[in-house]
């Protein structure tokens, strides 16, 4: 069984969680194209005129699916029941000091990384521009550690005292986004760096303490960071992009119809992990 706690483990469960963010892309995808079908014709149309050999294909693979996701929910919700019964409490009073130390430590990094950050060079615009405005492209700056890594913060060795578990290994991480300074601990790729983009314009969208409160009640919530509503919406596009790269859209389009709708936003107050 893998363990976040093994070294070796956590490329692992990181490589593990994008493909099952790609696999949510190609399942939201085959559920549209299913809808379709369902809105305009009947079972019994297609139960009497649809080809059967592409029907039972489709209603084994369904079902496979099915019965796989249902064993994994089966699973969570026995893990959730056990986290639940050795519960650490939270009251808002810890949340908001939480994130207060978050937005600091976001500024503080922003700060040191800077002086060694470069803009974006052309040919990285020229691919990226189809996706995002000239503000924002010119606005970010990059930094390649190649090979160095983002230390882990104190902030996190604290949480993990408190029984915060799940928390990101920043120092294996691709990317990290510190505002509109992106972070690279090796060298830039092009889909680390679409994601790291997404999420500066989440920063700039919604602002560094409305990110910060959003990221920070999601992940108590899900108590996972790649369930986190901002990060899976930026897997979500990072993912859009990688399958064609050719067919643009807007991000800041995007992030904006997800603020508005208010769909970053966890549903209910935050107590207890």
Known sequence: MLSWNKSADRLV????????????????????????????????????????????????AATALHDFYCSI???INQLETKQTRSKFEFGERHILTGIERAIAYIREQREHY???????????????????????????????????????????????????????????????????????????????????????????????????DIFARSFLKTRSYFNVTLKSHAFTLESRFAANPTRSFSVEEQVHLWANQRRYEVEEPIISI
């Open 13 to 60: 469960i990181v490589q593990m969680n994008a493909k099952l963010q790609d696999a949510q892309v190609e399942l939201l995808s085959a559920h549209c194209a299913t809808e379709r079908i369902r809105l305009r014709f009947s079972t019994e149309d297609i139960a009497q005129h649809g080809r059967r050999d592409v029907l039972r294909k489709a209603v084994g």
């Open 73 to 75: 929910e089966e699973q």
């Open 114 to 212: 800077l002086p060694e950050s470069v803009p974006l060079n052309e040919q990285h615009k020229r691919l990226l521009r189809p996706f995002f405005s000239d503000s924002i492209l010119s606005r970010v700056r990059v930094v390649e550690l190649k090979g160095r890594r983002v230390p882990t913060p104190s902030l996190f060795e604290e949480a993990k005292i408190q029984d915060v578990v799940n928390l990101p290994d920043l120092p294996h991480m691709t990317s990290l986004t510190f505002d509109d300074v992106l972070v690279f601990n090796d060298t830039i790729a092009e889909r680390p760096l679409f994601h790291a983009l997404v999420l500066a314009v989440q920063f700039q969208v919604l602002g560094l303490q409305r990110f910060v």
